[in-house]
């Protein structure tokens, strides 16, 4: 028994630990990817009802803002052609009319919570109609430029009236926000543009 | 004044290096949770378009992909050069989206159907109608939260 005592356990050697962690590591780097998952997020709209006819725009001219993009990947918007680096600022008159223009959107006048009565144009909806030959970079780019110019409106008011950008507000303040500026990009019910270009 | 001696005889103590294990446990843990397993091998290739505003998407779990694309070149001969479509690991057509969405709903839980994401990768030189065909499958199965990937522009 004596003897047994003196003996100690005898060590692992785990200098091959090391290695083994770094195989694994070096494993994971491979098969994982960083790269987060990013995009523009979009709403569609429910499907129709099949015997619904199509259904007829009640909405008033002066609310709707037409962008169209043909197959040569160049925009008409509002019956102008302009360039996509231009379709932010357009955009944002547009949706704000600071000046009530009545070409521009009609404003309504509503109670918010948390902004207390504010004045601005409920009923605009953006409508984008692309060609069947649209490049898929041109689309996004629109797509992009009328989330920037929403972003934009969003973080003016935000810093205005909080003193924060939107992304850092609460979310009762953010809801508040996103009542004053919904954003309404419409996607288009897809034309049938057949031999004609002016769906 | 303590004198340094510098005998040749000493030799350097070996470095321990008992927590080197730890350390790299502690690296892989951290890449185990920032990373995430690729999705499925690509079989049409795909530059995504650029954007600025982009958002990221919260939930992997809740998040199904469509890959819109040209075959790459091992798949040339087989399904030729015209934009393909990839759902999962195989080829497939714009209608079968539908089935693949119902069916990828119903595996999900029940309170977070409704939040089921489909994210179209597209290839930033695919035509709108193709684009077009699949937003209306996904409107027909009544997966209305989508989002276009794209990757963060760089410059002007």
Redesign the interface.
């Known amino acids: 028994m004596a003897e047994r005592k003196k003996r100690k356990m005898q060590e692992i050697n785990?200098?091959s630990?090391?290695d083994?962690?770094?195989l694994?590591?070096i494993f994971?780097?491979v098969?994982?990817?960083?790269d987060?998952?990013?995009?523009?997020?979009?709403?569609?709209?429910?499907?129709l009802p099949p015997d619904a006819k199509s259904q007829k725009n009640e909405i008033k001219e002066r609310n709707i803002f037409i962008v169209k993009?043909n197959s040569q990947n160049e925009l008409l918007v509002q019956g102008q052609q302009i360039d996509v680096?231009q379709l932010r600022a357009k955009a944002i008159e547009f949706i704000d009319n600071p000046a009530d223009d009545p070409n521009l959107p009609e404003k309504t006048t509503e109670e918010i919570p948390l902004l207390g009565t504010m004045t601005f144009t409920k009923d605009h909806v953006i409508s984008v109609q692309?060609?069947?030959?649209?490049?898929?970079?041109a689309?996004?780019?629109v797509?992009?430029e009328l989330?920037?110019a929403y972003?934009e409106l969003r973080n003016r008011l935000a810093m205005e009236r909080f003193g924060h950008l939107y992304d850092d507000l609460e979310e009762d303040q953010q809801k508040a926000i996103q009542k004053v500026y919904p954003q309404k990009i419409s996607?288009a019910e897809?034309k049938n543009y057949g031999g004609k270009k002016n769906g | 004044m303590a004198k340094i001696r510098r005998g040749g005889k000493k030799e350097m103590p070996a470095i321990n290096t008992s927590s080197l294990p730890d350390i790299i446990f502690m690296l892989l843990f951290f890449f185990m949770t920032v990373t995430s397993m690729k999705e499925v091998t690509y079989k049409v290739t795909i530059h995504p378009p650029e954007a600025t505003e982009l958002q990221k998407l919260e939930k992997k779990s809740l998040t199904r992909y469509v890959y819109v694309g040209t075959p790459t070149e091992e798949f040339r001969k087989q399904f030729g050069s015209e934009t393909r479509l990839q759902l999962d690991d195989a080829f497939a057509d714009v209608s079968q989206i539908e089935d693949y969405v119902v069916r990828e709903r119903s595996a999900m839980d029940e309170d977070e159907q409704n939040l089921m994401t489909i994210s179209i990768k597209a290839d930033k030189d695919t035509r709108m109608g193709i684009i077009g065909d699949i937003k209306q499958a996904l409107r027909r199965a009544y997966a209305l939260k989508i989002s276009y990937a794209a990757v963060q522009r760089t410059s002007y």
């Open positions: 785990a200098s630990m090391a083994i962690s770094f694994l590591l994971f780097l098969t994982t990817s960083m987060v998952s990013q995009g523009l997020s979009r709403r569609l709209p429910p499907p993009i680096s692309n060609d069947v030959d649209t490049q898929y970079q689309y996004v780019l797509q992009n989330v920037a972003n996607e897809p």
